[in-house]
């Protein structure tokens, strides 16, 4: 799931990736950033994310491409997901895609 996000910054140059995830995850998520070899001027950066909390803070840059991959491991959580996806996914400059 996170490796997605990862691959993506080793392809175009002068990208920049926010992962994100719950706390349990961090760990392993941080070892993979750490691993991956990205292109240049690429970035990815980890924040955890409940997507029962507000989304206002989450990245202090625009947004042009959200990708959401294998975000249904956990059916509890498909609530909280659908419910801000109207506000984060709808926005006309901003393109996403959905690995379900």
Same mark, same amino acid.
């Given at each position: ?6 691959? =993506?910054?080793s392809?175009p ?11 349990e ?13 990205l ?15 507000? =989304? ?8 042009? =491409? ?27 400059r901003?393109?996403?895609f959905?690995?379900?």
């Amino acid at each position: 799931m996170w490796d997605t996000g990862i691959m =993506l910054a080793s392809m175009p140059p002068n990208c920049s990736v926010l992962l994100t995830d719950l706390p349990e995850v961090e760990d392993i998520i941080t070892r993979n950033i750490n691993a991956a070899q990205l292109a240049t001027m690429s970035g990815v950066h980890y924040q955890n994310l409940d997507w029962d909390d507000p =989304l206002d803070d989450l990245c202090p840059r625009p947004i042009e =491409l959200i990708l959401v991959s294998e975000s249904t491991y956990n059916a509890d959580s498909l609530p909280a997901l659908v419910s801000p996806s109207t506000d984060w996914f709808g926005h006309p400059r901003r393109q996403s895609f959905w690995s379900l």
